[in-house]
């Protein structure tokens, strides 16, 4: 059977192997190309190979598996020597005269410890269950990393759909201001019209600046979680459930033919996401919560250190043990008369303590595992409400966007009547841009729309640490990737040895991941 463990981070996978060009956990930073136009899953794998988040954590488990050999070493022999020389002054008053020699001297001693009534292996046991810990550390620090990056890429989606929005109002205002000032030159609409057209382009040009700079930022802001060095203009790919271009022809000014609405709305809609392609998560509220309590890592962090905490109990209270060791030596001793070697065995049992500082460091541990008990209740409970709270938004943010597809259809169907009672003059300047506006605004909402949809979808990703990119499967879940090379890379990553892959607290069954 396959390590459980890694059916936490498997859901990386789709995004290390596809890209192709890149090997996510390779020392070399991996650099953007100048216009280079990238994926999610491009910008997911820069991230992990760059990230020093990611690093710190690798260096933390390299410190933990440090100290399971350290607590480990315990077990070995331990090892002596020395020489010296020293001087020997000799007086004699029966005799005349006196001698001053310098003497060598040399020891060896060999140290074994041979039982310390389980003081030992509960180290050790402590020692592994932190390694565990910092182990699921790392893979949290990978699935946080993988949000980030998501979260930023869904923002530059988002800033890039708000430009667009804007360059077509810059565009429709422009060919207003010029119509109302041929309708101001021939007498049809007044000089009023003309300054009116011109304010509210100037508004739009504005506008258009604001949603530039917003864009330019969001890039900053997702080439900064990639962790690349001085990284230079790149543009990124639309996803699957982020479709958005605002193509609603501008054309329609002077189009009196009701045809144009449902064309400008199809032509515009058909490169966008459709309601229809929405298909409901594969799995209830109830099983995405129990999956979520079987998959976080941070959950097993403090599970981890529970157990480890536990071990440190046993092992105070084994300090009222002695400790039974077993000692060799050899002498070299150079006297003024003759050189003496001497080899001497013992066996001993030791015992060193204080009794009433003992108690009070037990009562400590014991508290602290009752701290550590209280957190895993309390993270349960968050992670419970967490994991409702993103189902619920997803469920929500899915509704909402057949609504909001319907309210741009509404709001160009409106604005093309008040162009063309505008134009027949029937309709006045003020009917003319409120239709505008209410267009403009329906287009932003329905961005932003797209934009907390897929967010939702990012919080509950990270909050069932499992990946939905392949809602459209008809798996119960999307994280059955077992790529032998997968696995194996991943095991080398987190210098995994597979007698401790095991969770503690978990049991193998049919709702394994892997296997």
């Not at 309210?407 to 134009?423: G, I, P, S, T």
Request: include cysteine; glycine fraction near 4%; aromatic fraction near 12%.
């Amino acid at each position: 059977m396959f390590f459980r463990k890694i059916s936490v981070i498997i859901f990386i996978s789709l995004f290390m192997f596809s890209f192709s060009h890149m090997q996510a956990w390779g020392v070399e930073r991996a650099q953007i190309k100048k216009n280079q136009v990238l994926s999610i899953q491009d910008c997911v794998a820069f991230a992990i190979n760059n990230s020093p988040v990611i690093k710190k954590y690798e260096y933390n488990l390299e410190i933990a598996n440090s100290n399971v050999g350290i607590a480990k070493s315990v077990y070995f022999p331990t090892l002596g020597a020395g020489v010296g020389i020293y001087q020997d002054y000799n007086s004699n008053k029966n005799y005349d005269g006196s001698s001053n020699r310098e003497l060598p001297s040399a020891a060896v001693t060999f140290n074994q410890l041979i039982w310390n009534f389980g003081k030992a292996s509960s180290l050790i046991k402590m020692e592994q269950f932190y390694r565990l810990g910092a182990e699921y550390q790392f893979m949290d620090s990978i699935c946080n990393t993988i949000y980030d990056v998501k979260s930023k890429y869904y923002a530059v989606l988002r800033a890039q759909g708000l430009v667009e929005i804007a360059k077509n109002n810059v565009l429709i205002n422009e060919k207003n201001y010029e119509r109302a000032k041929k309708y101001a030159e021939s007498g049809k609409r007044t000089k009023i019209d003309v300054v009116n057209a011109e304010v509210y382009l100037s508004e739009a040009r504005i506008a258009l600046v604001d949603a530039q700079n917003e864009y330019d930022n969001a890039l900053a802001d997702l080439g900064n979680s990639l962790f690349v060095a001085y990284a230079p203009d790149f543009k990124i790919k639309e996803v699957d459930t982020f479709r958005f271009r605002d193509d609603y022809p501008s054309s329609i000014l002077h189009s009196a033919s009701s045809k144009i609405v449902d064309v400008a709305f199809k032509t515009g809609v058909e490169r966008n996401i459709l309601s229809s392609e929405l298909k409901k998560l594969p799995f209830n509220l109830e099983r995405a919560i129990e999956l979520a309590y079987k998959s976080s890592p941070d959950l097993w962090v403090l599970e981890s250190t529970l157990k480890a905490m536990q071990q440190s109990v046993l092992y105070i209270k084994r300090q009222y043990y002695p400790d039974l060791t077993g000692n060799i030596g050899y002498g070299y001793n150079n006297t003024k008369d003759l050189s003496n070697n001497n080899l001497n065995m013992s066996v001993n049992l030791t015992s060193s303590l204080n009794i009433k500082q003992l108690k009070h460091e037990i009562d400590r541990a014991m508290a602290e595992v009752n701290l550590a008990s209280n957190d895993i209740d309390h993270f349960r409970q968050n992670l419970y409400f967490s994991v409702k709270k993103a189902y619920i938004n997803v469920d929500k943010n899915a509704r909402q966007i057949p609504a909001a597809q319907e309210k741009v259809r509404q709001a160009l169907e409106n604005f093309e009547l008040a162009d063309k009672l505008y134009d027949d003059g029937e309709g006045d300047y003020i009917l003319w841009q409120n239709a505008r506006e209410n267009y403009n605004n329906s287009k932003m909402e329905y961005v932003d729309t797209l934009y907390h949809y897929n967010m939702s979808l990012a919080d509950l990703e990270i909050a069932m640490h499992y990946h939905l990119d392949d809602l459209h499967s008809q798996a119960e879940h999307a994280m059955h990737y077992h790529h032998k090379e997968i696995i194996e890379k991943l095991e080398e990553s987190l210098h995994c040895q597979r007698e401790h892959h095991e969770h503690p607290n978990h049991e193998h069954g049919e709702d394994d991941l892997l296997h």
